[in-house]
Every structure is written in C-alpha cells, then in structure tokens.
C-alpha cells in the first residue's frame, strides 16, 4: 500500500517517524477538525506556505446553496439573479448533479472557507488543505490579488454595499434599484480597470466619503455639460478636433458614472459598488487554471505527507484520492462530459510537472526549462504562484509532457473554410504552437470582446459611441443589442456601438434602433 | 501559518437566500403563474397540495452581457486527441460553422438549455393560485353579530368579588399606604427619642426648677402617643384591596364551515364528479389559507339528500330523479344543529348538472333566499354541462339578483374551465 503513496515528500526530511493516526473514522467532530487542521499547518509551514489566518465556518447544505447564489460574498446585497442561481444551484444539489459543493472559499482577511457538515472527515481535511492553506496562500502570494484587492477591507465593504443598496431599496422602491443593478451587471465585466492599480476599498471610508462625494460627483458632471460659448474655436463637432475623452476609456462603468447627465447621485453610487465588486473578482477570473491547480497540487501535497508522517491512515487516503481523481478528471474532447479544459486538471498537471522538472529533469527539460530544471522546487512552485496570472503561466510553464499527457490539440475554425484545420498536437513541432495558443485561451481580453468609450457628443446630442475592435474577425454575439439597452438607460441618451477592424466600420448598433 | 478559527454556523439563519429568490420569483410572476393555472388543469385531484415544477424559457431570463457571436477565425485547444496529426482536415457540419460546443464561449452554466426549470413550493403554488383573488366577504364577521364572547385580562379594579382578588397587589398596596401614614409619625418619634437621650445624658442640674424631668416626661407622653398613633394605622384596608379585572370582549369567528352539495343522480358521471371535486379543492386550499380551523361536510343527493363523507361523495354511484331542495332542506337543518352562525363563517358550494325536478326549483329559491343565504358567507353554484340551462339556473339567477354579494353561480363545461370559473367566482371587487 505505502508503495502506491509515498511519492511526495517534505524538504529534506524523508524519513518519517511513526505516529499514531489522528483518528481511524469518517465521522469528524471540532476537535478533529482542529486536529487535523493543526497537523496540516505543520505541514503547509515545512513548505513554506504563508497565509492570511483561516476562519473555518461549518455549514450545512442549505447555508452552503446559499453561499454558492451570492457568488461567495458572504454579505451580498439583494439582487434577483442570485435568486435565480439559488435555483438553480438547489435543482442541481437535489438531483445529485452537484459533486463539487464541498469547498468555498473567500478572499478576505481572515480568509473564510465554508465546509459543509454532511462531508466525511477525510473530506474535510481536503478541504481545510485545499481552501485554507492553498487558496490562502495563492491569494496573499499571487501579484494580482496583492495589487488589485485588499482581503482585509472587503467584507466591510461588502456590508456597506449591502446597506446602501437596501436604504436605496427603500427611497427609491425596489423596481428602480433592481433596474439599475441590471444595467450594472450587464456591464460589469467592463467596469474594471485592467491596467491602472485601483485604490483599495473601504467600508469606512466610503461611508464617510460619501456626503462629500454626492455633491463633488454632481458638481463634476455639471461642469463637463456646462454649455460654455466659444470654447476654444472647435465647437463644430465634426472639424473639432478634441475628442471627448481624449483617449479611449476601457473601464465603461466607470465612464458612466462620473460622465452620464441625468443619472441620480444614488445611481452613481451603485454603478460604483458593481464596479469595486467586478475589480475585486476580476484576478480571480484570471487566474482560475493557476488558483486551482496550486490549491490541487497542496491538498495532494499536504496530505500526503501527513500519510507519511503516519497521521492519516490507509482507508482515509483512499477515500481522498478518490475524491482527488474525481476532481482532476478531464474529460476528451469527444466525450459526452467534455465541457472544456478542466482548470483543476491543468493547473494541477502543471505545478506538479514543474516539481518533476525541479526534481527529476531530463534532456527535454533542460532544454525547454534551462532556467529552472534541476534548481530547488518548492522556490521554483512559489516563484510561478507569485508572479503570474493564467495567460502567462501557461505561456512560461506548459512543458511538452504535459501536453502529451493531456494529448492537446488545436483546432481552427474559419467561417471562410469549408472545414476544421487540426493546427497543431502534442509533438515536437506543435509544442511552440500549442502552447501559445492555449495561453491565448485565457486572455481575459480574447476571451471577451474588447469594447471601449471611444466619444461622447458633449455638444450635439449627448450620444455615446462605444468601439468594439473585433480580434480575428470575430463578430459581437447575440446579446448586444440587449447590452446596448443597459448602457442606455444609464448613459441617459442615445448609445452607439461600432464594431471597427482596420479603420472599417464591419457593424454598427444603436439604441434605440 | 496563521492561527485557525472554527466556527459551527450551523445553527445561523440559512434562508439566507430567501429575499433574492423571492425577487426572483416576483420578477417572473407572469411565467410562474401561468405554470400554475396548467398544474391546476393537469393534476390529479389529489395531489393538489403540493409544489410545482416550473419552467421558464431560458432565453427570458438570460442576464446578457457582451460576448463572441459565432463566426470569424478561431482556434481552441481541446484535449484527449486521438489520432489527429497537424495538417489534417475536419468537414464541419452542415448547417453553418460551429456547433454550439467546442466553442471557447461555453457558458459557465455548461451547456446551453432551453429551459430554465425550477420548484416552487406549495406555499408558493398556493399564492399564486390565489394570487388577485379575494375571498368573498373576507371580512370577518362583524362584530355586533357575534354572540360568542372571550374574557380578556384588563388590569385591576378596586371592586370584585373575592374570588378575583390580587393577593400581591392588595399586599403591595396596604404596604404602601403604612408606609405612607406611619413614615411621618415615625420619623417625629426617632426625633423626639434623640431628644430624649439627649436630656438623659446631661449632666443633672442642680436646681430643681431647671430640672429635665418635666421634659423628658412631656417627650415620652408624646412619644407614647404617636407610636399609638402608628399602631392603629391598619395592617390592610379596604382601600388597599385589588380584584383582577376582565372583560369580556366578543369573539371573532375564525372558523369555517364548507358545505359541499353536489347531485350525484344518474345523469351525473364520474367526470362530472371530477370536475365539481377539483372545484370544491380549490375552494378548500382557499378557505384554509384564511381561517385556523375548517370543517367540511358532504352534501350529497338525487331524489333525498345524505351527509357522507369525502370518499362516498365522490365515488359511489347512485341513480334516480334528482331533487335539488332536499339537499338544501338537509345543509339548514345542519346548520342550525352544528354550526352557529355567530361562531362559523358559513361557505357553500353546489355542484349539478343543471338537472332538476321542475316543480322543486321554485322551492329551491325559496329556501336559499328565505333561509340558507342570509346565514352564509357566500354560496357559489356550478353548473357543469355544455348544454342550456334548465329550469334551476334560472331559478338561481333570480336568487342571485337578490343576493348579488353573497350569492354567485357559474357555468363549466370542461375541467379546463375549472380554474378560470374559480377565479372569476372570488374576483376582487373593484371597490
């Protein structure tokens, strides 16, 4: 049995000494879950492992489909739509379609991970390693989430947005709110600012700020509509030269906020609360390959030391590797279950190849990896955590074993061909190739089209025209229009979308039409 | 390594989510309801009381956001290949470029669905059933009716009989006022006494017309006569006496009785009888949702009138003339020997095929106006046939003109109709 588990090992201490296991049962108590917690601690320290300090909430299946519709804020104002992902997310637990519910966890500081009571213990222990020792670690270690959010400010916030969204409830009615909030949420993927580091939120702060910043943002707005005669000779909107903005706005909701005429200052506030909201999700939807793969490659790692520290017994390390397999399972592409890439699986795969490479390197590695074949592992694994997101992990790391053991493939698809081209496999002359372009997969900004404020008529009609720069021809879907209706009825007036490739105008839409 | 902290959340509130289901559920109402008023056609009978699975076009309740349309130049990386090599050629299928998967853009809910389905709870089901529908005089009785009285507490009086007394209360008084009475006097008293240790203490004068005898004696004659004074103050007075008070405030009707009559002659069939039963369902679930306690009784007749009960009602079969007064004849004497007017909000509901002995529906009338509507709340009549109307319905629309409150008649021809008719019988009256 030893022979099957004793691969992963602890920095220059291999030999174990024997212990008693913590416990033999599946049936976990709190003073086993501390247990096990404080074991996995010892663990996670010998690998250096630095985290925010963990706050471990036991709940049951309900409260957890509850924490699952909030999109894991644990204070989240109310909204219709995560009503309906309530729904959902109950239909799918009911009819034993959700495998997956037994870990959440929150970026915040302390980092909260939710277990749901009805898990066996061995379960928990995978989860307390998986969520509080590796999801915390990635989100205090990962560039991103150290530059663009603040774990210790964002539970604040989120209850200060909870609060202002239900005092507007009640001034305003329900209907406008939710109204607004649509529109908001339809644009939130375009209220982030993807290059220039956000100032960090805060509860506090934005309380006391905001009396002063209703009249500030009221007076801003006023002066850019303020009709001043004879500006400087170019008020003829077509000669005029000076655009405004004077460049291209990416963060949509932002523009709207500060710019839009007729909004009320509480609207503003509650574009801004989506916008904080959409910048603090916004690392994690870039490094989903990269969180769940180092959080994959500790709860193996962990316990699996703490079977050879003798903690954990032979039925509790079957029961996880059970529960491993089955998350890192990755379906062919022409399989009935194939839903895409499984994030777990490939991250997974490629931290755990970057040890190999560390470890055991071969020709191969040194010539693909000469920088970090044969050096020390665990520096090599927190340097790559540290210091990526999806898009360039993949691009740096991706090793051609990898590939051969996922047997990846790319496949073209070109509306002007009569077929599918396979561009390039898993073999010598398709590495390069591959992993470019699986790399280009998880570009935030390929994967979602890239719109931006590109004028504003201060002086004709007040119309907005947004500009959509299309990436290889690859036209707007189907929601667009429904989209343009949104940024209406917050831009106020009429709201234009062009989509321009090469200087051309390939598309155009209006609202109203 | 940061220390850890477990919590049991368990026992914390976990409708957490209940607010934004509900918004959900507002949101979609008209779906919703619609789901509804089909579940009330399809179902069985008896398993009314239940949640409904609900679906609602997925497409109505997309939340859009921009994203890719099809089309243009892709490439996607997919795993598990098998025998491609760079270079090969795949032919698309026909009907355009793309299927809907392999497409980078798959949904984080997986695949696309028509469908978004879901389960509303009975409660919910119930709401939306009811939902604009008003019960009939829902107010409750009105209070100068009601013969039926409740005593309720209504704090104390100096007057009672001795049964009623509050022993603490009367205590707490006396103590009060010996307290108020004596705490004078005794204050005068430790005064005087001071005095007197005083005069006590002194050093004795030696001149016998100075002396303090005569004070010290005047002290302690007043001192006597004020712990006299204090003694005879009561242990307790009649003043102080507290009897607990009641009133008896008249109660109102919370219960309610539903009379269910229906003709079960030959000319009735089963689908008849499927019919009336959804129909007297619906007036049940309605009726429970506004008062504690209802009972029902089964009425059912042809040529004389039986009370039954549930199952005989709606399953055995009889034949013969149908005479519609004896059952009405049978729910008065019921009425009068069961259920008071004053203590039960009185429902009816009549279910026929229209059938009746021509010489019986004047008599019909006669009873409902004279005795049976002014004791009830609200009597609804259906007629379940295709056919023309016969000699009762007329009879009843002359009731109705009588009665156009409490009084309400329908035609159903299939149980589809069943619903619609329902609803139309417990409209909310414009005000």
Known sequence: MS????????????SPKPHEPISTGSEWTFELIRQYDEEIAKCAAEFRLDTYPNQVEVISAEQMMDAYSSVGMPVGYNHWSFGKQFLSTSKGYQRGQMGLAYELVINSNPCIAYLMEENTLPMQALVIAHACYGHNSFFKGNYLFRTWTDASAIIDYLVFARKYVSECEERYGVE????????????????????????????????????????YLQRRVNDLWRTIPKMDGDEDPVTRKKRYPEEPQENLLYFIEKNAPLLETWQREIIRIVRKLAQYFYPQRQTQVMNEGWATFWHYTLLHRMYEKGLVTDGFMLEFLQSHTSVVYQPAFDSPWYSGIN???????????????????????????????????????????????????IQQFLSPKVMRDLKLFAIEDDDLEDSYQITAIHDEPGYRELREKLARQYNLSYREPNIQVWSVDVRGDRSLTLRHVPVDRVPLGKDTEEVLRHAHRLWGFDVHLESVDDGDIVDEYHCPP | MGMTH??????????????????????????????????????????????????????DIDEPVFHHGQGGHREMVHPGNREFVAGDRLPKPDGGSGQGQGQGQASPDGEGMDEFAFQITQEEFLNFLFDD?????????QLKDTESFTYVRSGFSTQGVPAKLDVVRSLRGAHARRLGLGGARKKKIRELEAQRADLLSAPAELDAAFSHE????????????????????????????????????????????????????????????DTAKR?????????????????????????????????????????????????LKLMHKIIKSRYPPAEWNIYAAQASDGDNWNDDSPACGKLLTDSILPLVQYYAYVEITPQDHQMLWYEYERVQALFPESFALQQIADPGEIYPVFRRLFERKAA
């Not at chain 1, 040890?355 to 693909?368: K, N, S, V």
């Not at chain 2, 026992?11 to 919703?32: D, P």
């Not at chain 2, 509804?36 to 409904?52: C, K, L, W, Y």
């Not at chain 2, 007075?237 to 030959?266: N, W």
Request: charged content about 30%; hydrophobic content about 35%; glycine content about 4%.
């Open chain 1, 3 to 14: 022979d099957v588990f004793d691969r992963p090992d602890a920095p220059g201490n291999t």
């Open chain 2, 6 to 59: 477990i919590v049991d959340r368990r026992l914390n509130g976990k409708n957490k989510s209940a607010v934004n289901r509900e918004r959900f559920l507002r949101r979609y109402r008209h779906h919703i309801k619609k789901a509804v008023s089909d579940a009330v056609h399809r179902r069985s009978i008896t398993d009314i009381e239940r949640g409904e699975n609900v679906s609602i076009p997925a497409r």
């Open chain 1, 176 to 215: 406008a709110v939710e109204e607004t909030l649509d529109s908001c949420h339809a644009l939130m993927n375009y209220g982030v600012d993807r290059y220039k580091r956000p100032a960090p939120v805060s509860a506090h702060e934005e309380a006391h700020r905001q009396e002063e910043r209703e009249e």
């Open chain 2, 279 to 327: 129909f007297f369902l619906l007036l049940y679930l309605f009726l429970k949702k506004s008062y504690k306690k209802i009972d029902v009784v089964f009425i059912r007749h042809h040529t004389s009138a039986k009370e039954v009960d549930e199952e005989e009602f709606f399953y055995s079969r009889e034949t013969g003339g149908t005479i519609v007064s004896s059952a």
């Open chain 2, 133 to 141: 529908l008003e019960l009939p005089n829902l107010v409750r009785k």
């Open chain 2, 214 to 273: 005569d004070q010290i004696k005047a002290l302690e004659d007043e001192i006597a006569r004020l712990k006299a004074n204090v003694k005879r103050i009561p242990f307790i007075d009649e003043i102080d006496l507290r009897y607990r008070q009641h009133l008896k405030q008249p109660k109102p009707a919370t219960s309610a009785v539903m009379f269910c009559l229906m003709d079960v002659s030959g000319s009735m069939t089963q689908m008849h009888k």
């Open chain 1, 343 to 393: 994030p777990y699986t490939l991250g997974f795969s490629i931290f755990t190849d970057l040890r190999r490479i560390c470890e055991e390197p071969t020709g191969e590695d040194y010539e693909w990896f000469p920088d970090i074949a044969g050096t020390d592992w665990l520096e090599t694994l927190h340097f790559a955590m540290a210091n990526f997101k999806d898009e360039s992990f």
